[in-house]
């Protein structure tokens, strides 16, 4: 089983914060700007990535196969018919076949999920992931994942990640986490939607962005109540 590119950086993305602060959209931003030559995702969210990346969505390994041959630039995994209910076995599953995949697909592959904190959890190691981060480097794999809070998360996938937006918080033992990977208390509390810092790990540097927006219907009418 051949190596592709010995010198591939490893990335590795976590973007943290409350429902609603706009990760979704940075997600998306962050995978069209990757250019990878392969995107696999994993929907187990009623469709929501194959709608934002107007792709269809495929439901077995068959149609994931299909589509690789077709050279679909973005392939989607939803888990709702092999998996029901069970979106954490779907996920091992999309790891599983994500890996035996490893040395027949050349080139730059980005993969990654919302949500991960709903499908691999503190209490048992996500073998079939760990592989991946562990391993992915010498196969060029990039991860980019969504979370509302890492803490919740298996230690053996929370200590590999290399670079961590974090956007407006909604749990204190969220927040705990980013301070202990030196974000600054006064500016996670001062993010409001649209906003994120931005850590990388490796290299220490840190940044500020995002455009503020107001959330759709946020504003309610208390007149006469």
Same mark, same amino acid.
């Given at each position: ?21 706009? !990760?979704?959209?940075?997600?998306? !931003? =962050? ?5 990878? *030559?392969?995107? %696999? =995702?994993?929907?187990? !969210? &009623?469709?929501?990535?194959? $709608? ?12 994931? %196969?299909?589509?690789?041959? $077709? ?5 989607? @995994?939803?888990?709702?018919?092999? %998996? ?5 076995? /779907?996920? #091992? ?12 697909? $050349?080139?730059? !592959? ?6 991960? &904190? ?18 992915? *480097?010498?196969?060029? %794999? &990039? ?8 803490? /919740?998360?298996?230690?053996?996938? *929370?200590?590999?990640?290399? #670079? ?16 202990? *990977? ?10 409001? @939607? +649209?906003?994120?810092? @931005? ?5 220490? #540097?840190?940044?500020? +962005? +995002? ?8 504003? $309610? ?5």
């Amino acid at each position: 089983m051949s190596a592709q590119k010995q010198d591939h950086p490893s990335i590795k993305i976590a973007i943290v914060g409350t429902s609603g602060a706009g !990760k979704s959209t940075l997600f998306e !931003k =962050l995978i069209r700007r990757e250019n990878a *030559r392969w995107v %696999f =995702l994993y929907d187990h !969210k &009623d469709g929501d990535l194959a $709608r934002r990346f107007r792709v269809k969505a495929c439901f077995d390994g068959e149609q994931v %196969f299909a589509a690789i041959e $077709r050279g679909d630039p973005v392939v989607i @995994y939803n888990p709702s018919k092999e %998996f029901p209910g069970k979106p954490e076995l /779907g996920f #091992e599953f999309f790891c599983e076949l994500l890996w035996s995949l490893k040395s027949a697909l $050349r080139g730059k !592959k980005v993969w990654g999920c919302d949500e991960l &904190d709903a499908l691999v959890d503190a209490r048992c190691e996500p073998e079939p992931m760990c592989k991946i981060l562990d391993q992915g *480097r010498t196969f060029q %794999f &990039d991860g980019i994942f969504i979370a509302q809070s890492m803490n /919740g998360i298996h230690n053996q996938v *929370r200590k590999q990640f290399t #670079e961590i937006f974090a956007l407006m918080q909604g749990d204190k033992n969220g927040l705990a986490w980013l301070l202990e *990977r030196g974000f600054d208390l006064g500016e996670l509390n001062a993010l409001t @939607y +649209g906003e994120w810092l @931005y850590k990388n790990r490796l290299t220490g #540097e840190s940044e500020k +962005g +995002g455009t503020a927006f107001v959330p759709k219907n946020a504003k $309610r009418d208390l007149r006469g109540l």
